[in-house]
């Protein structure tokens, strides 16, 4: 008997290995009609005014690009100790992003920004010896990685947030060895959603394509091959809408106003409010421009307690606006969303100030409903 009944349990152990992953049925799923975001077939905040300005459509964001945060090199992770444990630990801090998540959700904030190779912990820096990549050098995803990213991509998609997920960072581009290897990580990045159902998703593919990548097809004058790859790849009818952003400043070129499905700005160095809505108006003149979306999703000017601010200009222009709040010289550890080791809640007054705004504008949002 005991070899029959093990016989039987054999073709049920192959049938669980090659079983497919379960489908998830999505919360939230995010579109695009016109110049608006829309949440499960709805304008984002239906209706809402705010100061004579719409908001309805807008998507209000921060740069949350840590979430996954993992230093492979042994030399610099001592870095990003905790101060209270005198180590690193990858997991809490994704487990304490996820604790913050209901509060930003609650004070307005729709969207974050999270990255498959980060961005700098330190905010700015020149050299980035450490490696952050989900990837390995062939493109392939790391489990840990992506692990990770489920459990926020699950918790946001229960909440009804979006994830604009970056798959590349410039300090990081060059841990995967060839061109090869980057198509492979697209394809990957996209079969890992696809796979998983997600629906709630805005894929940014390289954050600031114009700053210092290694490989060419991450550069301005190629980054539009791997939109339209992305925008190929569907299943069921449904595709995930993609863009990719610059530097500072920069306005998006002809190129990749004609592939994106939204346009992404960076008000990073641009001290005058009044060169934020410009910034927009000349977007939308841009050679090949047809209305979609205009989203800044990184911007390091704040002064949220004055009457204009690069925050309120965009808005004023139908534009949304992302928060990047990174530690400055001299501060501690509740200061900065990018800065590892990351306090993930509302902890400093900058931050306040930056979701005191952010609750005006939109009215903030019941979770209770």
């Known amino acids: ?27 939230t799923e995010v579109s695009i009609v016109g110049e608006m975001f829309c949440i499960n077939g709805e304008p984002t905040f239906k209706g809402r005014i705010w100061n004579g300005y719409k908001i309805e459509g807008l998507l209000p964001n921060s740069r949350m690009v840590q979430g996954i945060f993992e230093d492979l090199n042994p030399e610099t992770q001592p870095m990003w100790a905790y101060p209270d444990t005198g180590e690193w630990s990858a997991g809490r801090n994704t487990e304490e992003f996820l604790k913050a998540m209901p509060e930003w959700k609650r004070n307005g904030l729709l969207a974050f920004t999270i990255n498959l190779q980060g961005g700098s912990p330190q905010g700015y820096s020149k050299a980035q010896p450490w490696h952050n990549s989900a990837f390995t050098d062939s493109g392939d995803l790391r489990k840990d990685y992506m692990r990770r990213l489920e459990k926020i991509m ?9 994830v604009i997920l970056g798959i590349f960072y410039f300090g990081q581009d060059e841990r995967l060895k060839d061109e090869t290897a980057v198509l492979h990580a697209v394809e990957r990045t996209v079969d890992w959603l696809f796979d998983r159902n997600y629906r709630n998703v805005l894929i940014e593919i390289s954050n600031e ?37 610059y530097g500072g400043g920069t306005l998006p070129k002809p190129n990749v106003v004609r592939s994106a499905d939204f346009l992404l700005l960076h008000g990073n160095g641009v001290e005058d409010p009044a060169r934020i809505s410009a910034m927009v108006e000349q977007t939308r003149r841009m050679e090949g421009y047809r209305p979609v979306p205009i989203l800044f999703n990184e911007d390091d000017h704040f002064n949220f307690d004055k009457p204009v601010n690069n925050f309120v200009a965009a808005t004023a222009s139908y534009a949304s606006w992302g928060f990047f709040d990174f530690r400055m010289q001299g501060e501690g550890f509740n200061d ?31 979770l209770t409903r």
């Open 154 to 162: 699950n918790r946001a998609d229960e909440l009804g947030m979006v």
């Open 1 to 27: 008997m005991k070899k029959v009944f093990t016989l039987l349990l054999l073709p049920l152990l192959f049938l669980s290995l090659a079983a497919p992953l379960k489908k998830r049925k999505p919360r």
């Open 336 to 366: 900065g969303f990018q800065s590892v080791p990351v306090n993930w809640g509302i902890s400093s007054e900058r931050k306040r100030g930056f979701f005191d705004k952010l609750r005006e504008i939109t009215g903030g949002i019941d």
């Open 209 to 245: 394509c114009n700053i210092n990548y290694d490989h060419p097809i991450l550069q301005p004058d190629r980054i539009h091959e791997l939109i339209d790859r992305v925008k190929m790849s569907n299943r069921k009818g449904w595709r995930y809408p993609v863009s990719t952003s």
